[in-house]
C-alpha cells in the first residue's frame, strides 16, 4: 500500500481476532515507531508491548472495554518528559513526539493488514501500576494490536475550509 492508501484505510478497530501478530509485524511497527521524527532527535518515549493472554482481568483495569483485551498485544506509548524538548516559552513537546511516534505505528500496522485504535480515556493511574512504569515515564496512549474483526466505517471529517486556512502571498 502506498501512504495515502494506507490513510485511507485506517480506522479504529474495536472488535480483534484471537490470530497471533507475527513477530516480524510486530518488530516492523515497533521499528516505524523508532524512525519517527521527534522534537530535536531526542527520542523522549518508551513503548511497552504487553501480551494480553491471562492478563484480561489486569488490563481490563486500565480500560475496560472488552475488546482491548480480544486482540493478543496491547501497546502503551509513554513519554519521558525530562527527556523531551521544550520551545523557548517552556511548552513542552514530549507528549507531541510520543503521539508522532504512534502514528508511526498505527500507519504501519495498517500497511500489515493489523488493526489498532488509539485510546486515551484509559485509567492513569491503573495504567501505571500494571505495566510497572517509574517515576517520569507517562502513559499517553495505548492501542490492542491484532487482526481486525470488524469492518470500515465510513470516515466522517470536518469540511476542509473548517480546518485549513489558505494565506496567499
Ligand atoms: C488521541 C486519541 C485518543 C482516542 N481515544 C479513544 C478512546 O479512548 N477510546 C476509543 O474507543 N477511541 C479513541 N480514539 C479513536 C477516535 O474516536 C477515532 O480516531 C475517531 O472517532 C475517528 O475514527 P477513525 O479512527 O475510525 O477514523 C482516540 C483517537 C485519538 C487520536
Redesign the pocket.
Known amino acids: 500500500m502506498d501512504v495515502s492508501e494506507v490513510i485511507e484505510q ?3 478497530v ?1 472488535a480483534y481476532k484471537p490470530d497471533p501478530v507475527e513477530d516480524e509485524k510486530l518488530a516492523a511497527v515497533l521499528e516505524a515507531a523508532r524512525m519517527a521524527p521527534t522534537a530535536a532527535n531526542r527520542q523522549p518515549f518508551q513503548i511497552v508491548v504487553v501480551h494480553t493472554a491471562g492478563r484480561a482481568d489486569e488490563l481490563g483495569r486500565v ?1 475496560g ?1 472488552e475488546w482491548f483485551t480480544q486482540a493478543p498485544l496491547v501497546i502503551a506509548m509513554c513519554a519521558v518528559a525530562d527527556e523531551g524538548w521544550s520551545r523557548s516559552d517552556g511548552k513542552p513537546y514530549a507528549d507531541v513526539d510520543a ?1 508522532i511516534a504512534m502514528d508511526h505505528l498505527v500507519l504501519a500496522a495498517t500497511g500489515l493488514g493489523l488493526g489498532t ?6 485509567d492513569p493511574a491503573a495504567a501505571r501500576e500494571v505495566l510497572g512504569l517509574p517515576e517520569g515515564v507517562e502513559p499517553v ?1 495505548f492501542t490492542p494490536l491484532g487482526y481486525p474483526a470488524d469492518e ?2 465510513e ?1 466522517k471529517r470536518r469540511p476542509m475550509e473548517d480546518l485549513v486556512r489558505l494565506e496567499r502571498w
Open positions: 485506517r480506522y479504529s474495536r480500560y472495554r503521539a485504535c488509539w485510546i486515551a480515556a484509559f496512549v470500515p466505517r470516515k
